[in-house]
């Protein structure tokens, strides 16, 4: 059996029927390149989310007032406000396996400086907030301790605030000048560097940070917080920091062994979990759809071959006649159709890395191709093309020479 014969046989009955071969090619590429753009649109969505969440630190801590709510059941408005300034000195006091702790009152609503307005978020905090989300000053200061103790009126802004008050051409330096949230005057005393959009399109720029007793007396008229945010020493104690945390708020709170807890406390690593499990559930469901189209391109690859040993069997059965054996007539369509699906799968590899290029180049979406899902493709174009090919190359293998020979 010459295995280079047959080979050259194979590819010499390809050539010879160039349009018919690159159809029964098109939905291997077809196939292939959208199995290959769903997976890095898929890959490259999972890191950007994984690299987002990193930006805000991976130890970061958030508690919230109220049970866990996964299930769906609302909770009695009581329950919101059950984080109360004790709970954070408690926290910054005796947590030792935390290393930034800050309090959060927060607030929607229009900012105005002189003509101009726009609508923003402010957020109560600690200046330990900033070290804690990993926010940089880059113009002005941070306000300090005694500016906390004292309520002051004073606050950092993004570089969105700064835009739509005093224009993005603006020669005024906003350091020093007075903006109106809610009819309370702050004095911007810094400007954080830019962070841009976030994955879910959010703007992190249009932000204004104040002290948190400055927006809890003087804006929210609150006695609770609407969360308090932490950093664990380091990510791999996150958990531990959980429990110790938990401890002293049930403490706090005077909850008995068997009551519920009236506080949740979510971890950066479990949201880039959720988040990664998500993207993965959506990424096998997209790359699933795909593939149906791989399934379409094996059977029409059997159509084509079944229909080129019908045309062939008449030079099947000299070939026969001659000493072929009909192992080897088996081999020769079998390498036909591996030999196509194989150059289809290569073509709609190429195909799906320049069209993910494009995606990540033109749409600026994140595309990131892992080198398995180009391994599995030729593995899966190799099965496909002994599958479908197989049936007909047994046809032809099974002729009789003499009724061959005959065929007209």
Not at 42 to 57: A, D, F, H, P
Not at 206 to 215: G, H, K, L, Q, S
Not at 335 to 342: C, H, N, V
Not at 356 to 384: D, E
């Amino acid at each position: 059996m010459n295995y280079s014969n047959l080979f050259k046989v194979a590819l010499k009955a390809i050539l010879s029927h160039k349009s018919r071969t690159f159809l029964s090619m098109l939905g291997i590429i077809i196939g292939v390149a959208a199995v290959i753009v769903m997976m890095a649109i898929g890959q490259g969505s999972k890191e950007s989310i994984r690299s987002e969440i990193s930006k805000m630190g991976t130890n970061l801590l958030t508690i919230r007032p109220g049970g866990d709510m996964r299930g769906g059941v609302r909770r009695d408005p009581s329950e919101m406000q059950t984080l109360k300034i004790e709970d954070y000195f408690t926290i910054r006091d005796k947590a030792r396996l935390v290393a930034r702790t800050s309090p959060e009152v927060s607030a929607s609503g229009q900012v105005i400086f002189g003509s101009k307005n726009t609508s923003s978020t402010i957020y109560g905090e600690t200046r330990e907030y900033l070290d804690i989300k990993q926010w940089k000053v880059e113009r002005g200061t941070c306000f300090t301790e005694e500016e906390v103790r004292k309520n002051a009126k004073v606050c950092v802004v993004g570089t969105t605030i700064v835009k739509e008050l005093f224009g993005e051409d603006s020669h005024i330096d906003p350091i020093g000048k007075n903006i109106r949230f809610k009819n309370i005057p702050f004095r911007i005393i810094g400007v954080l560097e830019s962070k841009g959009y976030n994955n879910w399109g959010m703007d992190q720029d249009n932000v204004i940070i104040a002290p948190y007793t400055t927006v809890m007396k003087r804006i929210q008229a609150q006695t609770y917080l609407s969360s308090i945010v932490c950093s664990a020493l380091t990510e791999e104690l996150s958990n531990d920091a959980i429990d110790e945390i938990t401890s002293l708020l049930r403490t706090n709170h005077k909850l008995k062994d068997d009551a519920e807890d009236n506080f949740t406390i979510r971890s950066q690593q479990e949201m880039m979990e959720t988040m990664t499990s998500t993207m993965d559930t959506v990424t096998i469901i997209l790359v699933v759809a795909a593939a149906f189209s791989l399934l379409v391109a094996g059977i029409g690859i059997m159509n084509i071959m079944l229909v080129s040993v019908t045309e062939r069997t008449r030079e099947i059965g000299l070939r026969m006649a001659v000493g072929a054996r009909g192992m080897d007539i088996l081999l020769q369509f079998l390498i036909e159709a591996i030999l196509i699906s194989l150059t289809g799968g290569l073509i709609g590899i190429l195909t799906g890395w320049g069209i993910s290029g494009l995606v990540t180049s033109v749409f600026h979406f994140p595309a990131a191709i892992p080198l398995w899902s180009v391994c599995v493709s030729f593995a899966v174009c190799t099965c496909i093309g002994i599958l479908f090919g197989y049936l007909p190359a047994r046809r032809a293998a099974n002729l009789d020479p003499i009724e061959a020979i005959r065929h007209e």
